[in-house]
């Protein structure tokens, strides 16, 4: 059996794979492939390890209706039509659970470097603006004791509001559609409307996938009923957020900052205003990006393909 990866893939799982007896090609350019290359090399396949590219839309899925698997190197899937590959009969796996406390640690960080505009000091630091200062100058504000919203309350958020009331007390309020009793009993956490969390929170993390549903949640009419001293945290996706409506929201003042690992579109152009403002922090999409948590989901990408092989229940599907 032969796999095709859409990039060099974590140690692990390819050892996983090769000591299945599968052979694995990997994309090695530093390129997205063109939806024609993609399919030309999956034509010779019978998986798509999809570790990052263009979307994989139905167009490609017609053409490879005889992959026995699109295995996913993340949690997220909103880069595959999910439905369209439902309809084709095409099995499509990602690996949640191992990235929480990794994409966690980052809206973490961001939190803390906007709080304290750590991003905005460093660069004073490098363009020789360290210069003089005042007991009023370069002043953050504190998140002791504040109020951390979190929208998506599911592994990952569960383990940023832990991590933010365990260091610093914050107080958990949450917004998701089921209860999560656990986080209700463990952490405190108070479920609340969309309302309610846009007008309590301190700083406001989102955690959600993009769906229709979440898509651009956060635009003008959002932001506009946030607290003019909350930071908002995007480590989920960034067609969560209206960017021009984050932009305009932080340069009149309507919220205090901006912590973001992801954007929209990927990669953020250099010129952007975001990158300018003190009170933001801007990130590459690291959310996983550790050792141990690459291998991690490396093996699972690797044993969802290897279960496809098998003919043996896939252990994370994602179609519905
Ligand atoms: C995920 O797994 O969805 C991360 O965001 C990496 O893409």
Redesign the pocket.
């Known amino acids: 059996m032969k796999v095709f990866a859409t990039r060099v893939i974590p140690e692990e799982g390819l050892k996983l794979l090769q000591r299945a007896g599968v052979i694995v090609t990997q994309w090695t350019e530093l390129r997205d492939l063109t939806p024609e290359e993609l399919i030309a090399h999956c034509k010779d396949h019978d998986a798509l390890l999809y570790a990052g590219g263009r979307k994989i839309d139905r167009a490609f899925m017609e053409h490879c209706r005889h992959l026995k698997v699109i295995s996913l190197l ?3 899937y909103d880069n595959v039509d999910v439905k369209a590959a439902t309809e084709l009969g095409l099995p499509v796996t990602n ?1 949640p659970g191992v ?1 929480s406390s990794a ?1 966690a640690d980052i809206a973490f960080l961001l939190m803390l470097a906007v709080s304290r505009k750590a991003f905005y000091h460093h660069k004073r630091i490098i363009n020789d603006e360290w210069g003089f200062s005042t007991p009023t100058a370069n002043l953050g504000i504190e998140i002791e004791g504040k109020t951390l919203g979190i929208w998506g309350l599911g592994n990952i958020g569960y383990v940023m509001a832990k991590r933010c009331r365990d260091a610093f007390g914050m107080k958990i309020i949450y917004c998701n559609r089921e209860r999560n009793e656990a986080a209700e009993k463990e952490l405190q956490a108070v479920q609340v409307s969309f309302e309610g969390l846009l007008q309590q929170s301190d700083v406001l993390s989102v955690h959600t996938s993009l769906t229709a549903e979440t898509k651009e949640k956060f635009n003008k009419e959002a932001f506009d009923k946030m607290k003019p001293t909350a930071i908002f945290i995007n480590a989920a996706r960034g067609g969560i957020h209206n960017e021009t409506d984050l932009i305009a929201a932080l340069q009149q003042g309507r919220i205090w900052g901006a912590g973001l690992d ?1 954007t929209n579109p990927e990669p953020m152009q250099p010129g952007n205003p975001l990158l300018d403002m003190p009170t933001v922090a801007v990130l590459p ?1 690291i ?2 990006a550790t050792v141990e948590t690459r291998n991690a ?1 490396s093996r699972i990408a690797a044993q969802n393909i290897i279960a496809a092989f098998e003919g043996k229940p896939l252990p994370n599907p994602v179609n519905h």
């Open positions: 993340s949690v997220g690996t990235l994409t992801v999409h959310g996983s989901m």
